[in-house]
DNA sequence: CTGAAAGCGCTTACAG
DNA sequence: CTGAAAGCGCTTACAG
């Protein structure tokens, strides 16, 4: 009531036009002040830069797109941002892409190939400009010709798909895996048992191929490999692991497997009596939250997480600007900390390694 | 060479308009298929819906955005999504907010209150249609301020702000606080202590609140408070806590804390031979893949991490559909889970509270 | 150094 | 039930 209409229009957000006006400028001059171009007189830069705060002004992200075809949001696609690695990558990755004022939005497969395809098919209907990639199966055909179609620069943590051009992200689980053969061998185990993820996706077959590799170099005995699938990370897959590895007679356990998994080794090596590392040497994957929190102090091999989502976020941004360069594959390594979870295997299982020895 | 200008024209997306020329109808009436408009023949229709699907036409997001100033976005403003429970609130709220084709963007602040004015700037910059907020700060006369200018659907969760028109999901620490001395209370112990997350956050604030109506209830003995400020969340307070806690004679102790931390309070005592749940209980807060690797397996306080983030998702959904409702705000409760960390005081402690119980 | 004008791909009254 | 046309808020050649 009595209020002129000016008043009453203040929920709108003021536009390029109205800061234009209240700096005195054209559209034109107000958007390059906005976009930092160089050809603007600093006494007008000045001056819209001073309206632009008076007013409050912040550009239509919508608009800016749409003329761009950039939408400055990156997505990325994860079996669960619960997850302690994962969630790791996720926070990294934002950080380091909102330098660039670009903004990462989620989604999640909850682990199954169809909550896989959702998840991407409503990341590419976000238009995003660059998708980041936790996938759960790497060699399937679908994968590949899934990702060909998407027509958007694409980064893979940890995957390698055939015929897909992307940048990669590696870790060398083989090399960690190898690591930690080393270092069983050297405590004096000769029985080694090891539990990798599943060989869809690469670290599962990194992983696998480091085992056998470590146990053949040191002439160490296999005490069995169990391959954990996706939809089975969690504690009950561990008990298996801890029975199998038991009954096997391995003095020692390597678990390139998720933490989780890994609790419930300890778990039930725990309810069978048996002791770590006294009875049995135990190997994690990755430094978490999690693995942090376990006792005893897990020995683990380790990725360098932090440094996997910067390296991913560079490739982003070089990709960004750089649409044609040839796709580009980095490795890190993966780190073995020694902590309270390995130690020498008991005498009495060194006393029966010793005539296998002696046969060799 | 030799190429029509059509098939080089490959790379760009099929627009609205290729969608409509390709199924022989107006732009308008693709746009009405598009977007499930009721005045569509049937036949027509089917042929538009058939030619997207041939076609692999998707809306671009930013164009229809900027007709309908809504961007499908909610943001999702909290300390780390690396954290345990955060991570969890993300991840159900992003499964939820997809079935409403609306995708979430996350940003951190690094438990720090500059990190979080950034972190709140880069989602409204990207012009997000509601946020859900977990504050690092709930009092600050900053917090109010900045959130009434956003003029956007906000929905606080587990957060009060004061003068603040925002949806609000709570959760009943007081409560929560009350039953774990409850259950401490009738296994006989007589001096409790308490640590709890800073009072600049509801949690804090009630969580102290419940600890002290608790003991005033039952007639115990306080063996002191510690209030954990955000940016010291980590075993390190624990370690801390936990001293203080043994040296002021406490038999139980109840961590209204991030589990990190009161992994740390049993890191410490584990340090200092007092055995859990032996010597002192233990009562954590919140039910996460950390609390359920933790050894001994920790009698909890836990919040309903599924229920809390649908809630909040709801009422965005809510909020979104009807702006002018009055805020709402719901209450959840939070549970009593009862394990291995919380037993009967040791004898010696339970003589010593026995002339204090008949003084009175 | 500055500005007028076109156009990005949609949705939505409006008219029929 | 269908379509022509306007306009959302920007950026970017183009001209001066």
């Known amino acids: 009531v009595g209020e002129t209409p000016e008043t009453r229009t203040v929920q709108r957000d003021p536009t390029i036009l109205d800061l234009a006006r209240a700096a005195n400028v054209s559209k034109t001059t107000a958007s390059r002040v906005l976009n930092g171009a160089p050809n603007v007189a600093p006494e007008t830069r000045a ?8 007013i409050d002004y912040r550009v239509n992200a919508a608009a800016r797109s749409l003329r761009t075809t950039r939408s400055f949001l990156v ?13 790791k990558f996720a926070e990294v990755l934002e950080e380091e892409l909102r330098r660039d004022g670009v903004g990462l939005v989620i989604a999640t497969s909850g682990w199954h190939p169809e909550g896989e395809r959702l998840a991407l098919e409503s990341l590419r209907a976000r238009q995003v400009d660059a998708l980041v990639l936790s996938l759960g199966d790497d060699r399937g055909r679908a994968a590949g010709d899934r990702l060909r179609g998407i027509g958007r620069p694409l980064v893979l943590i940890d995957r390698e798909v055939e015929g897909v051009a992307a ?20 405590l004096g185990h ?9 060989t869809l996706v690469r670290p599962g077959r990194e992983a696998l191929a480091g085992l056998r590799a470590g146990i053949l170099e040191h002439g160490l005995e296999s005490a069995g490999e169990v391959v954990v699938p996706y939809q089975r990370v969690g504690r009950q897959m561990g008990h ?27 778990e039930r090596l725990d ?50 600007g750089e649409p044609t ?32 020895r002696s046969t060799r």
């Open 47 to 54: 001056r819209v830069l001073e309206t632009i705060k008076r």
């Open 240 to 266: 298996e692991i801890a029975e199998q590895m038991v009954g096997s007679g391995s003095s020692a356990i390597v678990c390139a497997v998720p933490t989780t998994v890994t609790a419930g080794v300890l």
């Open 325 to 356: 360069r040839p796709p580009r594959v980095e490795t890190v390594r993966m780190n073995l900390l020694v902590r309270d979870s390995t130690a020498p295997p008991p005498v009495r299982a060194r006393r029966l390694s010793v005539p296998q």
């Open 190 to 198: 000769r029985t080694i048992g090891g539990a990798v993820i599943n």
């Open 75 to 87: 997505g990325y696609l994860v079996p669960a941002v619960s997850n302690d690695v994962f969630g």
């Open 167 to 186: 940048d990669v992200v590696l870790t060398d689980e083989r090399n960690g895996v190898k690591q930690a053969i080393d270092h069983l061998a050297s």
């Open 271 to 320: 309810e069978l009596a048996v002791r770590v590392p006294d009875d049995v040497s135990v190997v994690g994957f990755d430094d978490s939250d999690l693995a942090s929190v376990i006792r005893p102090r897990l020995t683990v091999i380790a990725r360098p997480l932090e440094q996997v989502s910067q390296r991913a976020s560079r490739l982003i941004t070089s990709r960004l």
